[in-house]
Structure formats: structure tokens, C-alpha cells
């Protein structure tokens, strides 16, 4: 099938590259130049395991090319994937959908066949309504569908070829069988596949990231509340996880989620539900949104606890910079904030990430950075582990003490085994497990 992907950031590269690997012929487009000309050259622009490898692979079936014409990327498709970002309007709580809007008319212009545009971006529900009715007027038989994305930076490939689920937003048979066809590998594999109305299928994606979200900051919050009482929120947690009716996953308490997605996403649906009239129904998605920015207050107040009470002349290592480990992305970013925190209110921060260095720089340039964990926690006061790489999480205790000037790990995402660097001699911090107070 010959299908175009507009839009080529995590998202819809990630996307153009799948589609092509099962078999599709894919042109993606974008309006960023420099992401087109390092995609084509087999390149990525971030990273993601496993996506370069997968990149080259198609490439050489010639089923992928990247184009910066949208005329080229669209004409001959009979399906465009719109995968373009959906970012919080500055100012404000709501999403900003003008990239969207541009998508889909930039494809009804230049489309010269009937074909199906399929939204793949998270929007406020009410947008594939409004487009469809757009769309209605052009010349061309041209249709929407909804197709939201539950992808996970650092599993992106893996989500993308065995998702948990396919959810299909159509308003004709056609187009659900038209998608049918697309993801036809995937569904024979035995992937649950839903089909809905246009509405519903833009609620599945914010409705999941609202739940998600909402379980790490109930844990958190119970995180609050143990270090209050000198109780262990890994434990807890432990504990409530066996419950199978709770279940251990995004129970883990610590510095919180962050990225491009759940923090904006959960923003954009209260202020949707809002115009919607019914503010009221997602208030506690506020709450929610507020524990989490609390976590990295909190870990800023237990490391200037940790350090004596002031920032200034004290060396902090911080280990990681992107919002989660086998990712390059720092969009809100917890490490990144606490980081800049603390780095504001004096201290000497030095930073270390294995992917996320050069984007972490961007944003925060006046931070230190360092090509080794090692090299970033030489002479430091504290060491704050912010982002649970593999690589830090087997760092030996008993060799690290030579690096560092005090053996103190604040270890915000609770990923090490405290015990094991307890006896090799280091002070333990942590969020949810006692410690000094802040
Ligand atoms: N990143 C994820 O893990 C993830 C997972 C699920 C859903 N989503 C959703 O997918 C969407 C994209 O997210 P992302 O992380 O890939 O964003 P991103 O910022 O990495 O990429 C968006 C891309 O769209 C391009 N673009 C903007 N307007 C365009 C236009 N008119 N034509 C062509 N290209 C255009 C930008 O240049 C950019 O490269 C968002 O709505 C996001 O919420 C993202």
C-alpha cells in the first residue's frame, strides 16, 4: 500500500520506518529540513534502540524515502499518517493544534487520489470532528479516521510492531477495513484491534496517559506520606503491586514522570474537559500534576539536606539528563529540572547522560557536562541518580568511593539496591525511605 507519514519526530519516524518494514511503500515528510536529510542518509535524529538498525534495513528495500516536498510525499498515497506535534500552548493548559490543522490541509491539498488521512497524533477530543467536517468540502473523495498511538520512547519499535492494541476511530466501513489492511501482520499476529467512533478513539490515548499518570503520583504521593512516618515506599509498593488488581507496574515512587506526553497530555485534557463544561470531573488530574511537580521540589530539598543544608561550594553529580533511561529525549525532563535547580540555588552541577548530553545542553547550557559517570562524579559531594540507566544502576559501590569526595547517593528513582551501597560504606537518600528531612 502506498501511504505517505507526515511529520517525522519520535512519533512518525518511528512509524514511516514500521510501515515499511511490514511490506507498505512509505514517503514521509517533514517540515524540519535537517531531520529529512539525516533520515535519508540513514541517520536518526534521536535516539531509540534498535531504530537505526531498522532504518538501514528499509532503506535498502527502497520502500522508505524522506522527502522535504509535501507534493512528492502525498501524491500516489491512498493513506497519510498525520503524526505531527501536538505541544501545551505557551501560556496555557491546552494543546496547541495548529501543526495538526496544518497537516491535514497540506494533505487535502495536495493529494491528486482518493485516499484516507489518518490521525495518529494526540489531540483534544473534538478535533477529528472538526477536521472531518473540513475535509467533507474537499473535491477529492478524501476521508479522516482516528488511530491514536500508545507507543513508549525506549520500546518505540517493539510498541509499534507488537502493540498492545490497535484502536481504529472511523466513520465508514471502508476506512476500518482500509486500516485493517494496513496493520493486516499485526492483527494476524492476535493484536487486539477496537474500532470506534472519531471521539472515542481520541479519548482512549489522553484517558490512558490520565490513568498513568495518575497511578505514579498515587504512589508518590504515598511517598509523602512515608517520609513523614519513616516508613519505605518501596516496600509499600512491593506490597500493593502483588495485588492483581492494582498491579506493580507505574508503581514505582520517585522523581516523577515527565517527557513530551504525560505531562502535556494530562494538561491539554483537564482544559479540554473544561471547555467541555465539565471541569470538575478531571480536577483531580490538577492534583495529580502537582504531586509530581512536588517530587522534584522534594529531591532538590532531601539533596540540599543531604549536602548540609547549602547548595553553594558543594559539587553535585547528576546521573541522567532525559526523562527516562534508553531515551535521548529531555522534554520536561525531572533529572533536567532538579539539575537546573539546584544549580540555581548554587551548587556546582555535573551532569552525565549516555544519549542525552547534546540535547540536554540545548536547553540548560550553562550546566556541566561529562562524557563518563565517572568523570561527573569525580570529587562530588552527592551524586543524585535522576534517570535509572542500566549503566548506573551497576555501578560497583566499593571502587565509585575513590571518585567521589562523600560517599552520598540521593537515589530519586528508588532503581539501586540500597542495602548493597549501604554496606560498602555510602550515605542513602531517597524519596518515600527516610533521610533527612527536608
Ligand atoms: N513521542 C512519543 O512517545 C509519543 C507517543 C504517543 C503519541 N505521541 C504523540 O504524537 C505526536 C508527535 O509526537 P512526537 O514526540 O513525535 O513529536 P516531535 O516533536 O518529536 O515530532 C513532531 C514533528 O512534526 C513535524 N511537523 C510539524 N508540523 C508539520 C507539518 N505541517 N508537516 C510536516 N511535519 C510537521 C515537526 O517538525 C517534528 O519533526 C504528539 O501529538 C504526541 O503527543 C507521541
Redesign the pocket.
Known amino acids: 500500500m502506498r501511504m505517505s507519514v507526515?511529520?517525522?519526530?519520535?512519533?512518525?519516524?518511528?512509524h514511516a520506518v514500521c510501515m515499511a518494514h511490514l511490506g507498505h511503500d512509505v514517503v514521509a515528510?517533514?517540515?524540519?529540513a535537517s531531520?529529512i536529510d539525516m533520515l535519508s542518509a540513514g541517520s536518526s535524529?534521536?535516539y531509540e534502540p534498535g531504530f537505526d538498525e531498522l532504518l538501514g534495513t528499509v532503506l535498502a528495500t527502497g520502500r522508505l524515502r524522506f522527502t522535504k516536498s509535501?507534493v512528492e510525499a502525498v501524491s500516489g498515497a491512498t493513506v497519510h499518517f498525520?503524526?505531527?506535534?501536538?505541544?501545551q500552548l505557551p501560556g496555557s493548559d491546552a494543546?496547541d493544534v495548529?501543526?495538526?490543522d496544518?497537516?491535514f490541509?497540506?494533505v487535502a491539498e495536495n493529494a491528486d487520489c482518493d485516499g484516507l488521512i489518518v490521525g495518529?497524533?494526540?489531540?483534544p477530543v473534538g478535533t477529528a470532528q472538526r477536521l472531518a467536517a473540513e475535509l467533507a468540502t474537499s473535491p477529492l473523495g478524501l476521508e479522516l479516521a482516528w488511530n491514536?498511538?500508545?507507543?513508549?520512547?525506549g520500546k518505540?519499535i517493539e510498541d509499534t510492531l507488537r502493540p498492545d492494541r490497535l484502536v481504529f476511530g472511523v466513520t465508514s466501513e471502508h476506512a476500518e477495513k482500509t486500516l485493517q489492511e494496513v496493520y493486516g501482520p499485526i492483527i494476524d499476529a492476535g493484536t487486539p484491534h477496537l474500532t470506534s467512533d472519531l471521539a472515542t478513539s481520541e479519548l482512549v490515548?489522553v484517558a490512558a496517559n490520565a490513568f498513568l499518570a495518575t497511578k505514579i503520583s498515587f504512589i508518590n504521593a504515598m511517598a509523602e506520606v512515608c517520609d513523614l512516618v519513616d516508613a519505605d515506599v518501596v516496600t509499600l509498593s512491593r506490597a500493593l503491586g502483588y495485588d492483581d488488581r492494582i498491579g506493580a507496574r507505574f508503581l514505582n515512587a520517585g522523581l516523577g514522570f515527565g517527557?513530551?506526553?504525560l505531562p502535556?497530555?494530562i494538561r491539554a485534557f483537564s482544559a479540554r474537559a473544561g471547555e467541555l463544561g465539565a471541569s470538575h470531573a478531571l480536577r483531580f488530574l490538577h492534583e495529580v500534576d502537582k504531586i509530581n511537580i512536588r517530587q522534584r521540589e522534594k529531591a532538590v530539598e532531601v539533596a540540599r539536606a543531604a549536602v548540609g543544608g547549602e547548595f553553594l561550594g558543594k559539587s553535585i553529580a547528576v546521573l541522567g539528563a532525559a526523562f527516562k533511561p534508553n531515551s535521548d529525549?529531555v522534554?520536561d525532563s525531572p533529572a533536567l529540572n532538579v539539575a537546573a535547580a539546584m544549580h540555581l540555588k548554587g551548587a556546582d552541577v555535573r551532569v552525565h547522560d549516555p544519549k542525552a548530553i547534546e540535547n540536554a545542553r540545548a536547553r540548560f547550557p550553562t550546566l556541566g557536562y561529562f562524557d563518563s559517570a565517572e568523570a561527573a562524579c569525580r570529587n562530588a559531594d552527592l551524586i543524585v541518580l535522576a534517570t535509572e540507566w542500566e549503566e548506573y544502576c551497576t555501578i560497583d559501590p566499593v571502587a565509585f568511593r575513590s571518585v567521589v569526595r562523600e560517599p552520598r547517593l540521593l537515589d530519586t528513582r528508588n532503581a539501586i539496591d540500597r542495602q548493597y551501597w549501604s554496606d560498602a560504606g555510602w550515605q542513602m537518600f531517597g524519596l518515600g525511605r527516610g533521610g533527612p528531612k527536608a
Not at 515528510?29 to 524540519?32: I, V
Not at 498525520?82 to 505541544?87: D, E, L, R, S, W
Not at 495518529?120 to 489531540?123: D, I, L
Open positions: 507526515i511529520g517525522t519526530g519520535y512519533l512518525g519516524a518511528v515528510y517533514d517540515t524540519d531531520k535524529p534521536f509535501p498525520v503524526c505531527v506535534g501536538t505541544p494543546a495548529q501543526y495538526v496544518g497537516a490541509r497540506m495518529k497524533s494526540t489531540v491514536p498511538e500508545f507507543l513508549r520512547e518505540a490515548k517527557g513530551g506526553c502535556k497530555d529525549d522534554r
